[in-house]
């Protein structure tokens, strides 16, 4: 159906065009039928028809000729003198080739006896013909702006999920590069254990590259994604590094967008471990609670930074996923806070329970 009326290639063209031209032939054809019940019915749709050819012929050199080239380029004088000198030479040979006047067919004491090939006629069947060249004129630029409309919408959906697929996919490549160092210098020392560590790398990618482009996600998924992720960090810093991550409420029904927490977590070992010689620390909790999920991260600061290096270094990745998520939630539907102190940087993320994205599809 949506083919039948918007599609513009000529089968679907033609196919609406001489539908909607039998169906104002039948209809107009029932009505003079209902006001002359004695008259052939095969006559009342000649007359009928004949008018329906000038009545659109009018109505369609108005909205593909006059309209365009004319009106909408505010050359208003030239369009109202071409559409009445047409009105006018399409009435006149609408009635050189039938002597029949549609709205005298309805009332056909309106016509005199000598007849109506005069201009009085001519002008009057032209003004009758303008109210039908109106109502299709509405009709045809409806059509369009309801079809412009749902064009926009699509193209807004379209650019909304390409900004969501890109910023689901700024995962820090640096992370991939130390990974695979640390699993060299692992091989050497302690062959055993690396066939956990590629197992590990292999659910971290798997979980990037598959799952992140999804609408959403079970948060138990990107639980593992982060105990995964959090491990294969641990390489990196040894002992030295303490991470906790906590856990609490039903984690199993509830649906979050991919890579959010993911995002949290990395922005704490990318601006808070990486840039701390000392002891740094992690702390993770992601809470479920009646129809809200809580997800707080904090991360130790290391002494040697300034605190406006840090917030201008983390900025970019937080500034990210809060565009992110004002594309999928609506400004009720989330609500992130960030603090910063001295030593101390943490970042509470309120959402919804699950996520709810529906999109519509046009064709």
């Known amino acids: ?57 009018y109505a369609y050199i108005t909205i593909f000729l006059l309209i365009p080239e004319y009106l ?19 009435s006149a040979l609408k009635l050189m080739v039938s002597e029949t006047i549609f709205y005298a067919s309805i009332s056909p004491g309106i016509i005199p006896e000598s007849g109506i090939m005069n201009l009085r006629f001519i002008v009057v069947n032209a003004k009758d013909m303008t109210f039908i060249v109106a109502v299709l004129s509405i009709a045809k630029y409806v059509k369009d702006y309801l079809f412009a409309e749902r064009l926009r919408k699509k193209l807004e959906e379209q650019e909304k999920q390409a900004q969501q697929k890109l910023m689901q996919s700024q995962f820090d490549p640096h992370f991939l590069f130390n990974t695979i160092n640390n699993l060299y210098a692992l091989s050497l020392l302690n062959p055993e254990k690396t066939k956990e560590v ?22 138990a998924d990107e639980i593992t994604l982060i105990e995964n992720y959090i491990q294969l960090e641990k390489l990196r810093y040894g002992k030295r590094l303490k991470v906790a991550l906590h856990t609490e409420g039903n984690l199993e029904e509830v649906r979050i967008p991919p890579m959010i927490l993911f995002l949290l977590v990395e922005n704490c070992f990318k601006h808070g471990s990486s840039l701390d010689a000392g002891i740094p620390w992690i702390d993770i909790k992601v809470e479920v609670d009646g129809g809200k999920v809580l997800l707080t991260t904090e991360n130790s600061k290391p002494k040697t930074i300034a605190g406006l290096e840090i917030k201008r270094n983390a900025g970019h990745g937080l500034k990210s996923l809060e565009k992110r998520l004002m594309l999928l939630y609506h400004k009720d539907g989330y609500h992130l806070d960030i603090h910063s102190e ?16 529906s999109f519509s599809t046009y064709r």
Request: hydrophobic share 55%.
């Open 342 to 357: 001295d030593r101390l940087f943490r970042v509470k993320l309120e959402l919804k329970k699950n996520l709810e994205v």
């Open 198 to 219: 590629i197992h590990r790398i292999k659910v971290v990618l798997k979980y990037i590259i598959d799952e992140s482009q999804k609408t959403s996600v079970l948060l």
């Open 72 to 90: 909408l380029k505010q050359k208003v004088l030239y369009f109202i003198l071409f559409f009445v000198l047409v009105g006018i030479a399409l």
């Open 1 to 57: 159906m949506n083919k039948l009326l918007y599609d513009n290639r000529l089968w679907y063209r033609g196919s609406r065009h001489l539908l909607f031209f039998v169906s104002l032939v039948l209809l107009f054809s029932f009505i003079l039928r209902s006001q002359q019940p004695h008259e052939s019915y095969f006559t009342l749709l000649k007359v009928t028809a004949i008018n329906a050819v000038f009545f659109l012929a």
